[in-house]
């Protein structure tokens, strides 16, 4: 499968925290659309930096944005992606899987996160 052209794919097998990396590569001048994706990770944090148990069957991806607006809006993005994941994700579900939204940055499938 090919990512559309807006998207550069830097995969790895184990990072300690994907978060971390992404920020490392945004910082070290990746463009927008830099998608990076590991199979596992072993030191998973979440949005405030709390810790969570991550498993190898979990996606463990991020994307470097450049938004063009203040940065105090930029807490509104995960709102704004959680909508958006949900929309794709819910043209792949049959009609009666339970589709949730664990705000403000999570989404669960019939009660999975």
Same mark, same amino acid.
């Given at each position: ?11 790895? %097998? ?10 490392? @590569?945004?910082?070290?001048? $990746?463009? %927008? ?10 030191? $998973? ?5 709390? =810790? ?20 105090? !809006? ?7 992606? =959680?909508?958006?994941?949900? @929309?794709?994700? $819910? ?16 989404? =669960?499938?019939?009660? @999975? !996160?």
């Amino acid at each position: 499968m090919e990512l559309p052209v807006a998207y550069t794919l830097i995969k790895y %097998e184990t990072v300690e925290n994907i978060r971390e990396v992404a920020i490392q @590569h945004a910082r070290d001048g $990746a463009v %927008e659309g830099t998608l990076i994706w590991a199979l596992h990770q072993t030191n $998973a944090t979440g949005h405030l930096g709390q =810790a969570w148990i991550c498993n190898d069957e979990d996606l463990h991806c991020t994307i470097v944005l450049r938004p063009e607006f203040p940065s105090e !809006k930029h807490p509104e993005l995960l709102l704004v992606s =959680a909508v958006s994941m949900a @929309h794709a994700l $819910a043209t792949h579900l049959s009609a009666m899987t339970a589709l949730n939204f664990v705000w403000p940055n999570d989404l =669960a499938i019939a009660d @999975h !996160k």
